[in-house]
């Protein structure tokens, strides 16, 4: 490509295709490559800046070890939306509670956004790719009014955008407001994103499956002959599929959304509820695999249907290309 696609021009030049008015996409995107490129620096340094690396000493809302990552990632969008007025609110993995913004410039905001900061931060002392994901709603309250709960706990089929940012060998932005996935990939000479990924589609099948194996004895019969079915010469392409689980969310997905493939956490005895947050995880990647012509569900229920109960809900999790993700369900029925 002779002329790198800016994420600005790409905003602009498909204007027709978004929910989201123009500006405030630019406006809104502007807050999350500012954060983005934030963390990415922070993580790139972190063997070599003090106090940055290893645990905090704390656990988050999700009774997980926070590491100290999760906080610098969190704070810096937490800022960058409370700076850039389009979010009157947020809700974070890492934070018990949503947080309402009280500026008035900021109550007059009509979108809220939901994120993981830094997914997969337990490999970041061993430097493998994490990631952050992200989705915005419209508001349900008033505009000129607080945020409520209410705002945060919308169905994910009403996300008008959802992404994910993949701190891996580049940085790279992939997301979709409804009209397919585009990747963008941070050029370290202007600092710009730049489209590298066009109209992203993910293979129907593939022959990659990501699970924690350790887990399977905890699992319900069909998943376990599911398993089995994957290592097989009877599955969908005749060979036995490879097992690849580097146990950051974002990086299985991204790889899977690439080469196809099928991401599985199901509910296990010591997760009866499952392990992924729906509202921070599931639904903003359930939302980019539909729009790459993949598919997301519980095992039996459309994960973009659910209705949120609370904040930090947890949900059994399967991903990934159409036919693996409609055979694994049809081993579970």
Do not use: W
Request: glycine share 8%.
């Amino acid at each position: 490509m002779s002329k790198h696609i800016t994420l600005n021009d790409f905003i602009l030049h498909h204007q027709q295709d978004f929910a989201i008015k123009p500006s405030d996409l630019v406006q809104l995107f502007s807050d999350i490559t500012q954060a983005a490129k934030t963390v990415s620096i922070d993580i790139r340094r972190a063997g070599l800046v003090d106090n940055i690396l290893g645990a905090q000493g704390e656990t988050n809302i999700q009774g997980e070890e926070q590491q100290k990552l999760d906080v610098v990632a969190d704070v810096a969008f937490i800022q960058a939306f409370k700076s850039g007025n389009q979010i009157c609110g947020i809700a974070s993995e890492e934070n018990e509670d949503f947080l309402s913004f009280d500026h008035p410039t900021s109550l007059q905001g009509k979108y809220i956004a939901l994120f993981d900061p830094l997914d997969g931060s337990s490999n970041i002392d061993v430097n493998v790719s994490i990631g952050t994901i992200f989705s915005i709603y419209e508001r349900k309250s008033p505009v000129g009014t607080p945020a409520t709960l209410e705002d945060m706990l919308q169905p994910g089929k009403d996300q008008l955008c959802a992404g994910y940012v993949l701190y891996g060998s580049s940085t790279m932005l992939v997301f979709t407001t409804g009209q397919g996935v585009n990747g963008f990939t941070l050029d370290p000479v202007s600092d710009e994103f730049c489209l590298s990924h066009p109209n992203m589609q993910m293979p129907v099948i593939g022959r990659l499956y990501a699970m924690n194996e350790g887990n399977i004895n905890e699992c319900e019969v069909g998943l376990t002959k599911y398993i089995k079915y994957c290592q097989s010469r009877e599955n969908q392409t005749g060979k036995p599929y490879s097992g690849r689980y580097i146990g950051s969310l974002v990086a299985d997905f991204h790889r899977n959304l690439i080469k196809g493939g099928i991401y599985i956490y199901p509910d296990v005895l010591t997760a009866p509820e499952g392990k992924l947050r729906l509202l921070y995880e599931c639904n903003p990647l359930a939302f980019i695999a539909e729009q790459a012509g993949g598919l997301a569900t519980t095992g039996r229920e459309r994960i973009l249907d659910l209705i949120p109960q609370k904040l930090h809900q947890r949900v059994p999790y399967y991903v990934g290309s159409k036919d693996m993700v409609e055979k694994a369900m049809s081993f579970l029925s």
